[in-house]
């Protein structure tokens, strides 16, 4: 039996259409309760429901008092990270399942990047790659410190999605962000313990130069298949222990 939405629903679907499509921006203030309890012939009540759906999609915020009123906000990725987030703690999603996944997405990324490639793309991945040669160059650690590291290269990975011109896989990339970002942070802590060579992290900044000279070309077939080759290697490092099977949800315990 399909359950018939209630009026506080199709008040918060209306105004949420509004805001997708523009015609209530971010900033903007929606008219005053009274006028909006006219428009839809709503009690206060049955309007301040709808106020709270949206407020929990974090589409609107409310200010209280005599000078308050509701407020439209931009959606923010951080809304669809937390909610993917729990469905894949839920469902007991391993972190393997996760970078399989991101092995799908970011080679295809990494060819999109190399044929619509900006000045700014390039100059941004560059100035990762430069900071990561600069935390293992000389005067500096020849391991360099986990936190810092495992901070740049997720930072590099979610650029290729993030700039690559497709904003399906932009969203795709951000909401799994965290996740990739925490396991990283974990799998190159552990190495550390294990007295890791300096040489892996060479190699890591050498992938990463090279797919940005690919980019810098257009070379967008050259680029997939780089960036597959690399991530299908890193995976060999990532997952050599019991990290392979530890859940998303073990990552935020």
């Known amino acids: 039996m399909v359950r018939a939405p209630k009026t506080a629903e199709l008040i918060a679907n209306d105004l949420r259409r509004q805001i997708v499509r523009g015609t209530l921006i971010s900033g903007e203030t929606l008219p005053p309760e009274t ?12 309007l301040r429901e709808a106020y709270r759906i949206l407020e929990a999609e974090m589409l609107i915020t409310v200010r209280r008092g005599s000078r308050g009123g509701a407020q439209v906000t931009a959606p923010d990725i951080s809304v669809a990270a937390r909610t993917v987030g729990l469905l894949l703690q839920i469902q007991g999603t391993t972190i393997n399942d996760v970078y399989e996944a991101r092995m799908v997405s970011e080679p295809a990324g990494a060819a999109l990047l190399a044929q619509r490639r900006t000045d700014k793309d390039i100059e941004d991945l560059q100035a990762v790659v430069d900071e990561l040669k600069e935390i293992t160059e000389a005067g500096h650690r020849a391991v360099p410190e986990p936190e810092r590291w495992s901070d740049l290269t997720a930072r590099f990975h979610d650029m290729v999605l993030q700039r690559c011109g497709n904003k399906t896989l932009a969203v795709q990339g951000g909401v799994l962000q965290d996740i990739v970002s925490t396991h990283l942070y974990l799998r190159v802590s ?7 060579s ?3 992290f060479q190699r890591v900044i050498r992938a990463y130069q090279r797919l940005v000279d690919l980019v810098t070309e257009g070379n967008a077939e050259g680029a997939e298949k780089h960036w597959r080759n690399h991530m299908e290697v890193a995976a060999t490092y990532l997952f050599k222990d019991s990290l392979k099977n530890k859940s998303v949800v073990d990552l935020f315990a």
Do not use: A, I, W
């Not at 552990?190 to 890791?196: A, K």
């Open 190 to 196: 552990l190495s550390f313990d294990e007295d890791e």
């Open 35 to 46: 006028q909006l309890m006219d428009q839809y012939g709503v009690s206060r009540p049955t």
């Open 198 to 200: 300096p040489e892996r």
